[in-house]
């Protein structure tokens, strides 16, 4: 389980477009995954990179009471029901989008 992985939460900032983007990851031993804020008007709506490549999406619907959906998009892949979900806060979003992207 996601949870289970010691972890720390790292901040930079990156050149994106016509600007600086402050990306929050979630860096385990092995993968360190980015979000990077999506070029929509709406916040809470995030790509997730594995190095310069996006293999997902992290998205705020607040009407739920898991209101943050996440998405394994990367086109290598073969998709899967299990690979998306939703969780109660954006890291544990993040996490259980690692735990599924480290299984294929």
Same mark, same amino acid.
């Given at each position: 389980m996601a949870g289970d992985?010691?972890?720390e939460?790292?901040?930079f900032l990156i050149s994106f477009g016509t600007g600086l983007v402050f990306i929050?990851?979630?860096?385990?031993?092995e993968t360190t995954l980015a979000?990077?804020?999506a070029s929509t008007l709406s916040e809470g709506d995030y790509n997730v990179y594995d190095g310069e490549r996006i293999i997902g999406q992290i998205k705020l619907y607040p009407q739920s009471d898991r209101p943050w959906f996440w998405i394994i998009t990367a086109s290598e892949r073969v998709p899967? =029901?299990? &690979?998306?979900?939703?969780?109660a806060?954006?890291?544990?979003? =993040?996490? &259980?989008f690692k735990s599924r992207w480290k299984i294929k």
């Amino acid at each position: 389980m996601a949870g289970d992985h010691k972890h720390e939460r790292q901040y930079f900032l990156i050149s994106f477009g016509t600007g600086l983007v402050f990306i929050p990851s979630l860096t385990m031993t092995e993968t360190t995954l980015a979000l990077v804020q999506a070029s929509t008007l709406s916040e809470g709506d995030y790509n997730v990179y594995d190095g310069e490549r996006i293999i997902g999406q992290i998205k705020l619907y607040p009407q739920s009471d898991r209101p943050w959906f996440w998405i394994i998009t990367a086109s290598e892949r073969v998709p899967t =029901l299990s &690979d998306l979900g939703y969780a109660a806060s954006c890291e544990q979003a =993040l996490a &259980d989008f690692k735990s599924r992207w480290k299984i294929k």
